[in-house]
T-cell receptor, first 115, second 116 residues
């Protein structure tokens, strides 16, 4: 049984470039979440999907960020015109949506460095 | 406003000592979940325990135990007989019914350092 996977694990880019990250959730999980974590802080919620539908977006998710989950399976997170402040670890998680089984399982993260 | 507060930034112990991590939360919901996650140096968040707001029974699972008290909005976590492999950052998190159990709201984390 594979867990949540993310690709790439590390990304170094120059300011102003676009980057895209991919997340593959646990296969039977209908919910998929994106979080951002900066050094010394807890993860901050960005957005989440239930199947294909994007149900909530944080105010942290500026217009330069977009996330998709086109077929309700994998998801992509794109950052356009990257800024140095976007440097962080981007974490993906997945879960079921039931009341009794809603714990989120996290992937290894994608560490983004914007030069 | 911060909904989950972990006042301890770092705790250092010697192996075999017990470690208790404090977590205070804030919510207006009557139905919510509380979680503890572990983030070892490798970086991947590992789910440890979950408790719902209707169940204040404290439990022990192996070397882990937790103390959930709604009256003080606290959800403390104890590692008994700590080991070097317990060295990690531990996060407390809250999930609320108003968010349809969507987002987790994390505290800032407590770094646990266990030395031999």
């Amino acid at each position: 049984d594979t867990g949540v996977s993310q690709d790439p694990r590390h990304k170094i880019t120059k300011r102003g470039q676009n980057v895209t990250f991919r997340c593959d959730p646990i296969s039977e999980h209908n919910r998929l979440y994106w979080y951002r974590q900066t050094l010394g802080q807890g993860p901050e919620f960005l957005t989440y999907f239930q199947n294909e539908a994007q149900l909530e977006k944080s105010r942290l998710l500026s217009d330069r960020f977009s996330a998709e989950r086109p077929k309700g399976s994998f998801s992509t997170l794109e950052i356009q015109r990257t800024e140095q402040g976007d440097s962080a670890m981007y974490l993906c998680a997945s879960s079921l949506s039931s009341f009794s089984n809603n714990e989120q399982f996290f992937g290894p993260g994608t560490r983004l460095t914007v030069l | 406003a911060q909904k989950v507060t972990q006042a301890q930034t770092e705790i250092s112990v010697v192996e075999k000592e017990d470690v208790t991590l404090d977590c205070v939360y804030e919510t207006r919901d009557t139905t919510y979940y509380l979680f503890w996650y572990k983030q070892p140096p490798s970086g991947e968040l590992v789910f440890l325990i979950r408790r719902n707001s209707f169940d204040e029974q404290n439990e022990i699972s192996g070397r882990y135990s937790w103390n959930f008290q709604k009256s003080t909005s606290s959800f403390n976590f104890t590692i008994t007989a700590s080991q070097v492999v317990d060295s990690a950052v531990y996060f407390c998190a809250l999930s609320e019914a108003r968010d349809s159990w969507g987002k987790l709201q994390f505290g800032a984390g407590t770094q646990v350092v266990v030395t031999p």
